[in-house]
């Protein structure tokens, strides 16, 4: 086995590992009852709702888990739908606010909503490039491949 067969390996079995993890938390605190309900409505049905949030959570997949596990969570700025979907503007709460790994959360929050198809566009708060060092603020606008307004 070469070095590269053994590095695939190697991530395959760590995405696995992750993703069982992932769901063992996600498991403890979600409602399944709750997050199917939400999943079968559309959430341009939702865009008034006191659940949007909460809809948006149930959509997400592994960066659910640290999200929920850090005590962070999602705040909704502004949501919109027009003929192509829905475009949210969304700011991250809680303990996520300023953590290292945020640059990833924002790129799985914004994978995962993209996913589902309902959703044609997220964007994050610009406010949240406040909560960063100077550092962090170059880190997550260079490489965050997320956009902010």
């Known amino acids: ?10 991530r395959q079995e760590s995405a696995k590992s992750l993703e069982t993890e992932a769901a063992k938390r996600i498991a403890e605190v979600a409602d399944p009852v709750r997050d199917a309900r939400l999943r079968a409505t559309a959430l341009k049905d939702l ?13 997400l997949g592994i960066v659910r888990a640290a999200l929920e596990g850090h005590g962070g969570g999602v705040k909704v ?50 406010s949240l490039l406040d909560t960063f060092d100077e550092l962090g603020r170059e880190f997550v606008l260079k490489h965050g491949n997320v956009t902010f307004v």
């Open 47 to 59: 865009l008034e709702s006191d659940e949007l949030v909460h809809a948006i959570i149930a959509r």
């Open 77 to 126: 700025e502004q949501a919109t739908a027009d003929d192509q979907g829905v475009d949210l503007i969304l700011n991250l709460d809680g303990a996520c606010i300023a953590c290292g790994a945020a640059p990833g959360t924002l790129q799985g929050i914004q994978s995962d909503l993209l996913a589902t198809g309902e959703v044609w566009r997220v964007r994050f708060s610009e």
């Open 1 to 10: 086995m070469g070095e590269d067969d053994l590095t695939d390996l190697y």
